[in-house]
Structures are given as C-alpha cells and as structure tokens.
C-alpha cells in the first residue's frame, strides 16, 4: 500500500454510530413533559409481554413514575397475577396463549382495568381486542407519554364517582339538579343550560378551586373557549346579584363562595 493510501486511511473519519434507542420514559420528552406525566397516582401494575427488553423498558418507565411494577412473560403467568394488581398492560402476541383468551378469562371474573397493548393494528384487530373486554387498545410502537393518558383515563373511569346531592343549598342559594332549578332566598333565578350546569358543578365541589380546563370538559365537552367561561361566568354573577357567589382563583380556575 502507498504511503499516500495509508495517510488517507488514518485520516478516515470512523463511521457514525447508530443511536441508542431511548427508554420509554425519555423518548423525545423534556423536563416538563416528565413532571406532568409524574403526577399520575402510584398503581400496581401487571406488565404481560413476552418481550424481555420492552418489558425492562417499560417497566423502568413505569417505576420512575412511582408504580410498582410486575412483570410475566406468559399468558398462564398472568392468569395466576392479576388478582392484587390495579390495572394490566397486556400484549396480545404471547408463547402460550392468545392475548385475546388472557384478557376473556380476566374479564370473566373481575374488573380489572386491562389496556391491550400490541403490534395488531388493523381495525379488525381492535374491534376483537375490546370485544373481548379490554377497556383501552394501544398499538406498537408507541409514546409513552400516550401510554400514561391512557392509563389515567382507564382508571379515571373505573373509580366509582360519589353520589352527588340532588339539592344543594349554600346560605340563601338554593339548586335543584332534578327540576334544574335555581333560586335565591326563595326567588327563582332563571339561568340557561349551560349556566346551570356550570353553577351545578362548582357546588356539587365546596371549598374545592375547579380548574378552567374541567369546566370545559364537564360543561362544553373540550371545546375550549376562554371567553366562553367568562362570559358566563360574568352572566350568573349578574343574575345571583353579586360577584362573590364565584370566586376567582386567578391562574387556576373557580370556586364557589358565599355571595
């Protein structure tokens, strides 16, 4: 070989190396978006995949948010875990049974919350993953960051909700969900709907500061308007005939007050 070769060769730059592939938990995600997600209550979760390095993967996602984390790698193992656990996360594509026959068997007994959480992404595939009870549907490769929306919203949904009073008074305000009517010291009040659903809301919730975000979820379904709540806002201070009667909690959101 030419010396003019062989200086060539110790000048070549080495090639690239190809990047690690991130754990769930870090995967395209800032110091922000790891404190939101952090604010998920601690579960016990049951991981059921048959891929050792995603199961390590997602259970060290899982751990760093506070969980507690079980991991099987069989459909069998499952069926013998599930009972002191709170929600499953259950691939489909298992060595010794259908995924879909896991999640039927724990359906038949219990109310475990179970998400699907697969390489089977055809609508047929889903269609059969809830039919057979899975309560979410999740398909590979996924964020995590969707993954614990979903888990908060699968175990949102399964908590039963107190019962709420149908009359609530506060001082001379009287509301009755039942007639959905509003009165003040003994004087009807008349609001629309959706004044009285916001209304309705704030004192099913004493002493609690309901953010803007879940009124408008809870009232107008997400569809976000700022002006919207302040306009209604501004409208049942009017008609109770005082400003005190909804509290606002600036940055947050509101609370109901004495009046």
Known sequence: MSQRATNLLSHRKPAPRAPERPLPTEAGYGRAARVDMQLSAAWRILVVESDAGDALSLAK?????????????????????????????????????????????????????????TARGSELDRVLGLQAGADDYLVKPYGFRELMARMDAVMRRSQPRPAVAKVISQGILRIDASLREVSLAGRSVEVTRKEFDLLYLLASHPDTVISRKRLMREVWGDSWSRRTIDTHVSSLRNKLGASDWIITVRGVGFRLGAG
Do not use: K
Request: proline share 4%; glycine share 10%; with cysteine.
């Open 61 to 117: 996602g899982l751990q760093r948010q506070g969980h507690q984390v079980e991991c099987v790698a069989t459909g069998g193992a499952a069926l013998q875990a599930y009972e002191d656990v709170d929600l499953v996360l259950l691939d489909l594509e298992l060595p010794d049974l259908d995924g879909l026959d896991v999640c039927r068997g724990i359906r038949a007994v219990c109310d475990i919350p179970v998400i699907a959480v």
